[in-house]
């Protein structure tokens, strides 16, 4: 369980993020839904600790994020899985070396059970075949999967995707979307996902947060958001379906 | 002026978290070894064509100027080596290679800050700072005498061909002025320059790099800003290195 309380963001003058507070449970899929440009990536960023927060707290099963040393965040990051909203894939080394990576620097695994973990991640998101290909030979859909694969491949308890599926066909969207969600709740883990797509929202939206103008405008799950009748949220809803349907 | 304090600032913090022990020792070696190649190999060709060309025009040059005969015939050969060695090998090579491998380093930790694989390393709990600058660094430095070492036999020999065919200078003279007075000294003043440039090179460019915001285009200006500035660094050491060698 992540909890946020009253977290603000400013980037010189600018402010990002003005008081968002929310609970994210463990076991389901939190969505953190809202417009380009609305701080989603931001939000995320802060929660992981790879930006600062101006204010506010973030606590991890309890543990609050602002007063661990050094030594705590480190530990505290090698429980966090993170999907970059582009992949973020180490481009010097190919798809297994990438999802190795993390293996290689802290666990105490050897060789071969490294192998066998990378070759069960890389089946789990349907890539068997691809461990010697670079990223750069990768589709944007295999570079999220791969991304994927790496983000799990350490057993993290916390587990944050920056729109895993923004660019995909709807086909391997819900796929990825499935597959986050079997995850999370397979390692009962902690999961956020970032994302601007509608059926993503409809699909596995078990935590529903909406991002408008740097605060937090709504929250409810994928049932409640079909009846709702925020203003922006329908705006963000409805224009969502007009460029879907243009897109045809 | 602040902006350069607040540079200088951020730069030693930067190299106090790259100057940690790495968090995975196998890791580090590997690194280590595969920037000895791209920053230290990779580097020595171009060591060699410039040198080869300069230092025949230094003893082109000398020999032209010292011709006349109330100047012992070792004279060129002499000054040449003493200039090689202790100015143009390190300080020429070192202004080319911070062009070469500054370049190459601040873009390449800029591309890697802006895909986001620098937040990557560091949410997974690595320090990236020390993972990706450190070996950088180490590789580059140790490079260095074998860059300088190889300058410096690339000028004297350019000199040698280059003045010989041009008629400036007889083989006998210049061996002859070459090998008087020989001081190891002079050898290792050299190298301890390369070494100190090599790291300001490495140091400065990954500075850039690493700290690049935005895009593309912001990529690109830290790596000429990485260019610029080692050279300035590296200018302005040289005098502090020689007023301190001398
Ligand atoms: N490092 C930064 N410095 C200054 N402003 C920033 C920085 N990072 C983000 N911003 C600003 O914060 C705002 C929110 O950006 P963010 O990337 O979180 O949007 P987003 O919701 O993830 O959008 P998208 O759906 O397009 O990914 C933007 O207006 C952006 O300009
Ligand atoms: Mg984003």
Redesign the interface.
Known sequence: MIEIRDIYKKFGEKEVLKGISTVFETGITNLVIGRSGSGKTVLV?SV???EKVTSGEIFYDGRQLSSMNEMQT?????E?G?V???G????SMTVAENVR??L???SKLSAAEMDKRVDFCLERVDLPKTHSLYASELSGGMRKRVAIARAIV?NPKYLFCDEPNSGLDPQTSILIDKLIKEITEELNITTIINTHDMNSVLEIGEHIVFINNGQLWWEGTRHDVISCDNKELNDFLFNNEITKRADL | MKKIVDAVGSYFILLGRVLRKPDNGKAFRRQLFFEMRVLGIESLPIACIISAFVGAAVVIQLAASLSNPIYPTWITGYTSRKAIMLEFAPTMIGLVLAGKVGSRIASELGTMRITEQIDALDIMGVNSANYLIMPKIVAFMLFSPIIVILSVFSALAGGWIFGVISGVITSYEYLDGLQLEFATYDMVYGITKGIVYNFIIASVSSFRGYTVTGGALEVGQASTRAVVESCIVLIVSNLALTSILI
Do not use: E, N, V
């Not at chain 1, 480190?74 to 090698?78: D, G, N, V």
């Not at chain 1, 973020?88 to 481009?91: N, Y």
């Open positions: 960023k992981s600790g790879l480190t530990a505290l990051k090698r966090i993170m970059f909203q582009g973020a894939l180490f481009d990576f993390p290689l620097m802290f350490a």
